[in-house]
């Protein structure tokens, strides 16, 4: 695709349910991140794929947390559980190469998850 | 662990004048750096990429400059408009794992 899409834009769900957001990285993009942002507050980092592989997942607030990514394309994070506290603007991001060659990343849109 | 830290964390100006924000880094193996925009209730765009073996780049009226060594970088936004109004971050990708990591932000605002 022409950018980086994240489904579905918004979501509002009850706590203790589970959510799954998804994203399409640009084709042909190898480095996948995703990122979580509350309102008011900077982006912390959760996870970052290199093709199908997680180098590094410390970001991962809790084991509610978990995230796939197929190949080197779509990625789904996937909150269980859902809290108040996991109300936030997750934003995901792909380049060409991530790592000792980084490349430019570009952003999609995000989604806003409330819940409620 | 690498740290990213922008100052200042807000900045207002009247329209053109020419501005500075600055972005420090405390680990000074980075493979790049990466500028953003990030406008009320959207995504990121990507403003300029500075790899770890470049001095600054340029794009229209904004140039970046990287000190590696000093673990520094600013972003120059000259004759500034109040369409730049918006939170501008910084980025740096290395360590052992090839993160993105980010400061928390400037927020510009311009004033006509």
């Known amino acids: 695709g022409a950018g980086v899409s994240q489904s579905p834009s918004n979501k509002v769900t009850e706590k203790g349910k589970d959510v799954e957001l998804r994203c399409d990285p640009i084709s042909g993009h190898t480095a996948l991140y995703w990122y979580r942002q509350r309102l008011g507050q900077g982006l912390e980092f959760l996870i970052y794929f290199q093709g199908n592989s997680a180098p590094d997942k410390s970001g991962l607030p809790s084991d509610r947390f978990s995230a796939e990514r197929t190949g080197e394309s779509v990625s789904t994070l996937t909150i269980q559980r859902t809290q108040q506290e996991d109300s936030a603007v997750y934003l995901c991001a792909s380049s060409l190469v991530g790592g000792y060659s980084g490349t430019e990343a570009f952003f999609g849109q995000g989604t806003r998850l409330t819940v409620v | 662990k690498q740290e990213v830290t922008q100052i200042p964390a807000a900045l207002s100006v009247p329209e053109g004048e020419n501005l500075v924000l600055n972005c420090s880094f405390t680990?000074?193996?980075?493979?790049?750096l990466q500028w953003f925009r990030q406008d009320p209730g959207k995504g990121l765009t990507s403003l300029l990429l500075i790899q770890s073996s470049q001095r600054e780049q340029t794009s229209g009226r904004l140039n970046a400059s990287l000190d590696k060594s000093s673990g520094r970088s600013t972003l120059y936004i000259a004759a500034s408009q109040p369409g730049d109004s918006a939170t501008y971050l910084c980025?740096?990708?290395?360590?052992?794992?090839?993160?993105?990591?980010f400061g928390k932000g400037t927020k510009l605002s311009v004033k006509p």
């Open positions: 680990d000074s193996a980075i493979y790049n």
């Open positions: 980025a740096v990708t290395g360590g052992s794992q090839g993160n993105l990591i």
